[in-house]
């Protein structure tokens, strides 16, 4: 079936550092993202990666602070968080696309990741 579980969130002051990690099972995943969820917010886009690392894509929040990468060997894949913000408070959540799956642009869009993981808080006190 394959499992995605992420983990590396915690509590922060903001313009601190986190590393947060998905690690995958079970299945082979091309594309890769991680997406947020603010209490009482729909779940946003943050971050993607493709299969090969080649496309890199961010929102515009986070862009210039968070770094997406993945190592296929390990079947892992980070986001790398930096000069965290108090809005960069959420349940961060790991979804990734069954590379089986024809090859999707729409990296953004939750429907077309095929499985999720359980997300990890991270908290940003200003």
């Known amino acids: 079936q394959g499992q995605l579980v992420e983990s590396g969130g915690g509590l922060v002051q903001a313009g601190a550092s986190l590393r947060l990690s998905c690690a995958a099972s079970g299945r082979t995943f091309g594309t890769m993202a991680w997406f947020r969820q603010a209490e009482g917010k729909e779940r946003e886009f943050v971050a993607a990666i493709s299969a090969g690392s080649g496309g890199k894509w961010y929102s515009d929040s986070v862009k210039g602070r968070f770094t997406i990468s993945r190592d296929n060997a390990e079947n892992t894949m980070w986001l790398q968080m930096n000069y965290l913000k108090p809005e960069d408070t959420a349940v961060y959540s790991c979804?990734?696309?069954?590379?089986?799956?024809?090859?999707?642009?729409?990296?953004?869009?939750?429907?077309?990741?095929?499985?999720w993981g359980q997300g990890t808080q991270v908290t940003v006190s200003s």
């Open positions: 979804a990734g696309r069954l590379l089986s799956r024809p090859y999707s642009p729409s990296y953004s869009v939750e429907a077309i990741y095929d499985k």
